[in-house]
Structure formats: C-alpha cells, structure tokens
C-alpha cells in the first residue's frame, strides 16, 4: 500500500520495449543464433508477460541468464539480466526477492568499477529501501547517487534526488528536510520543469509548516498554485491541494480544507480508491463534524468506510500474491541448484564409468546417492507444503482478527454518532430537525452489527473446524464469553491485544485467563494457556 501512496516521490527509470508483438519476438528468438541477442529478446519477451503471465516471464528471464553466461563480456551481461530481474520483482512488491538481484548485480558493477550502472542500480536499492521504510540504508543510496550526479551536474536527476533525501527527512527532521529542498529549490530555479518545481514547492511549504513558519508555508504554497493552472498531470495538482488542506485543518480553517480537498477529490476522480482519496475523506469526515454539518459529515464517513473497506481487501490480495511469488522464488532457486546438481552427478558418472576397475563400486555409490536425493527431495517438498500450509493459516488468523477489530471499531464509531446525534436531537428545538435527526439515527442503527461475536465464531470455525465442538464437549461448563477468549487465545493473541479487540480492560483479560485456567484444571500446572488450546 505504501508503495502506491509514495511513489510519484521518486525516480523510477522505465523500459523501452521495441513495438514488435511478443509472438514476433518469440519468433525471432527462435532464429538467431547469436546469444547477446537472444539476452536482449529474452529480456524484452519477459517484460511483455510480466502482467499477464507471470511463470512464462520468470522463465525467459531464467533464459536470459542461461545466455548471458555464453556472451563475451558474460558478468557485465549478466548484471544487465540481473537488474531486470530485479525491476520486474520491484514491480509486483516483491522487494526482498528484488533486492536479491539487485546486489548480485551490485557487486559485478562494482567489482568492474562501473560507477554509471552502479550509481542507477543504486538508485533503484533506494527507492526500494525508501518503500520498505528503512531510511537509513535509503539515504546512503540517495546519497551515493547523488554525489555521483553532481560531478555529472546532471540538475534535472539533482533536484529528484534532493527531494527523495528531503522526504525521507520530513517525519523525522523538518531541519534536515529544509535543508535538502533548499539545496532542490536552488538548482530548481536554473531549469524550466513545472513538475519538479511544484512538488519542491510544495514540499519546503509542508516542511516550514512543521516548523510552524507561516510566513514562509504560505509563500511557498502560493509559488505552488502560482503553477497549478500550467498544463501538467492532475495528481501533481492533487497533490499540491491535498497538502494545502492537510495545512488548514492544522490551523483550523474549516473553509479552506473543504474548498481545497473537494478539488483534491476532483482532480484524482479516476482514483478514488486510493490512500489520498481516503486521508481526503476522512478529513473532510472530521470537518463537517467540527462544523456540526452531520449530513454531509455522514455522506464523507460512508465514503471513507468504503474505500477504506476496498483498500483492505485490495492489500490483502496482495499480500497473498506476494507470498506465492516469493515462495515460487525459493522453489525456482531449489529446482535450479538440484538440476546443477544432476548435471554435476551426470559428469561425475561418465567419468566414473571409465575406469573399468571399480564399475561395481560406482554403481553402489549412484544407488546410494539417488536414494539420499530421493529422500532429499521428499524432505524439502513436505517441508515447503509444511511452509505453505502455516503461512496460509498464519494469512486466515490475520484476517479473522482484522475483521472483528474492524467491525468492532466500525461498530464503536457509528455508536459514538448514534450518541452524538441522539444529545443533538434533545437540544434541537426544530421539530422538522429532530425528525431529520431521527432519520439519520435509523439509518445508522440499520448499518449498525449487534451481533459481531456471532459472525466472528462463525468464521472462525469456518478456519479452524469442530474447534468449539471440541470446547463444548470437553468442557461443557464455559459461557459464550469463555469460547470467545479460547479463541482469541488459540491465535497466540497477547492479553493487551485481546483487550483492544473485546474493549475490556487489561486486568479484566488477566482474570478472565484466570478464571479459565481453573476450568480446565491448570492452575497449578505450567502450561501457558494458548499452547493448551492448539493442542485441540
């Protein structure tokens, strides 16, 4: 998720792809003989499968390092491979894998002193460091890419540094931030790209802002809209609105966050369903409460409930993918060391066969080694279904315990507004108020879950099946509440978390644990709790 809320922060080079179709390239491939070429096919093929055919693409870029190794200059060509590899992981989130390729990569670029191909990968290693949140290796990537373009004095590739460096500092220093977007703005003033210029603009004005400069937030948001009518990209505009309101609010300007976030919300309409459509929702949500326009404040809060609601299930389908490419990855890598293995025991049995005197010891010896590569290959396709099979219901637990605190949460946020408008109702002299009032009151009580335990047991069982049969025969003495903490226990969930999911109080948790160990006769054993449960 964070990846697609950050992203326009930073300089991803893209691939030029020749316009031919991929069955024609195909085709080619299929005709040459010449194997730099057919790294360059293979390369190209593999980029027009990525999104639609994932495994054929995995396998012409497994192609592609096959031929690379047959070329002249193989480590240089090899590297080239490498770093597409590692873009096309980086494109599907996949960042760990990614980042593998991305240093085999490194380390022959360095190793032959390439410092441009080094400085680009090392600007792709930042960017991914950057979205996987680990600024500190971040910066020393940024860094290096930018010492490197300075001796270039390459100004346009400068300032897209100098504001990467910038934001990785904005959360946590507003001096150093200032400090890399003054450095942009400088070279900034020397070339003519709007784009850049807004977002620097944009950027020293939120950084002044978290200083509390207002003179200086408000002269730089004003360079901004000075060039939000030049012909450039509508999430740039977006972008400049959105801090812009994020501003007000800060100071309270009710007028000027609703004017600036519904133009936010206009200009990025063909992607409502993103992180800034929701952040735009909920602030306007939190607005018109302010400003007890509850009928508007309802209509923004359905909005934000249901991007919000889209946002989860899109993250949680990535996150599947995710998981099945990496673990595609770590079978890929397995099969590809036993085949160099297999060609490794094909030689050494060729070789074997020649010497005619011990014949009947070789083949004692290939007997013995099929069958510990036998066993070998049994043991590591149990212990991957193994892998599978946990990280599946480690996947289900995760989503059984977001769903109850969403609709706990869901269910808290409508009762506080149920609260809220039924206080109102009692001020409001206006009959055609209270009625309107009413309306409102009914609309939420329908929308509002009485019964969310109910739904939470039955997808838990749904899960982990015949778990409270098992419960209730065993132990047929424990209440509802009792079935719910053993289940919340069996997802090794600790008391503090148990407490924000119930709403009860930590202590309250700890005597509820207490009062169930002495049910099922543990009180004077040393079993924890949540071990005794996955024991059913």
């Known amino acids: 998720m964070t990846t697609r809320l950050f992203s326009f922060f930073f300089l991803i080079l893209s691939f030029t792809i020749h316009s031919q179709s991929t069955k024609e390239l195909i085709d080619d491939l299929n005709t040459i003989n010449d194997h730099q ?95 996987g949140k680990n600024k500190e290796k971040a910066l020393k990537y940024f860094l290096n890419v930018y010492h490197y373009q300075k001796s270039k004095n390459d100004r346009v590739k400068l300032v897209k540094i100098l504001n990467n460096i910038g934001t990785l500092y904005l959360d946590k220093n507003a001096d150093s931030s200032l400090f890399y977007y003054q450095k942009a703005q400088a070279i900034n003033a020397t070339i003519k790209d709007n784009t850049l210029k807004i977002y620097v603009f944009t950027n020293l004005a939120r950084a002044y802002a978290l200083k509390k400069d207002k003179k200086n937030a408000d002269y730089y948001f004003d360079q901004a809209f000075t060039l939000v009518d030049k012909p450039i990209d509508n999430t740039v505009k977006a972008f400049v609105y959105e801090s812009f309101s994020q501003y007000k609010l800060k100071e309270k300007n009710y007028d000027a966050v609703i004017v600036n976030a519904k133009k936010a919300l206009e200009l990025g309409k063909d992607n409502v369903y993103s992180f800034s459509g929701l952040k735009l929702n909920k602030m306007l949500y939190e607005v018109y409460i302010s400003t007890a326009d509850y009928k508007n404040a309802v209509h923004y809060f359905q909005k934000y409930n249901a991007i919000n609601d889209s946002i989860n299930v899109e993250e949680k389908a990535v996150n599947l993918e995710r998981i099945k490419l990496e673990q595609d990855y770590k079978v890929r890598t397995q099969i590809k060391a036993l085949t160099e293995q297999k060609k490794l025991f094909k030689y050494s049995v060729v070789g074997l066969i020649l010497v005619v005197g011990i014949l009947i010891l070789i083949i004692l010896l ?8 036998k066993n070998q290959l049994e043991k590591e396709k149990l212990n991957t279904k193994m892998q599978g099979l946990k990280e599946n219901l480690k996947a289900k637990n995760m989503v059984l315990v977001g769903k109850a605190m969403s609709e706990i949460h869901r269910t808290d946020s409508i009762n506080e507004i149920l609260t809220d408008l039924k206080q109102i109702k009692l001020k409001a002299i206006n ?48 209440t509802p509440k009792d079935r719910r903490l053993c289940a919340l226990l069996y997802l090794d969930l600790t008391t503090k978390e148990i407490s924000q999911i119930t709403g009860q109080s930590f202590k309250g948790i700890e005597n509820s644990r207490t009062r169930l160990r002495k049910k099922f006769d543990l009180t004077n054993e040393k079993v924890n709790l949540s071990t005794y449960l996955n024991t059913f």
């Open 37 to 131: 070429k057919k790294v360059e096919l293979c390369r190209k093929i593999a980029l027009r499968l990525q999104k639609t055919d994932w495994d054929r693409a995995i396998k012409y870029i497994e192609l592609a390092e096959s031929e690379a190794r047959k070329t002249e200059n193989s480590e240089l060509t090899l590297a080239y491979v490498y770093v597409t590899a590692g873009k096309m992981y980086a494109s599907k989130e996949v960042f760990d894998v990614g980042l593998k390729y991305y240093f085999k990569a490194h380390d022959i670029y360095k190793q032959k002193n390439n410092v441009e191909e080094l400085s680009k990968l090392e600007n792709n290693l930042a960017i991914i460091y950057s979205l």
């Open 366 to 373: 290939i007997k013995y080694r099929n069958r510990n590569i």
């Open 431 to 478: 009959k055609e108020m209270q009625q309107a009032i009413d309306i409102v009151l009914k609309r939420l009580e329908k929308n509002l879950n009485t019964d969310i335990w109910k739904e939470f047991e039955i997808s838990f069982e749904q899960v982990h099946q015949s778990f409270f049969d098992k419960l209730k025969n065993d132990y047929p003495s424990l």
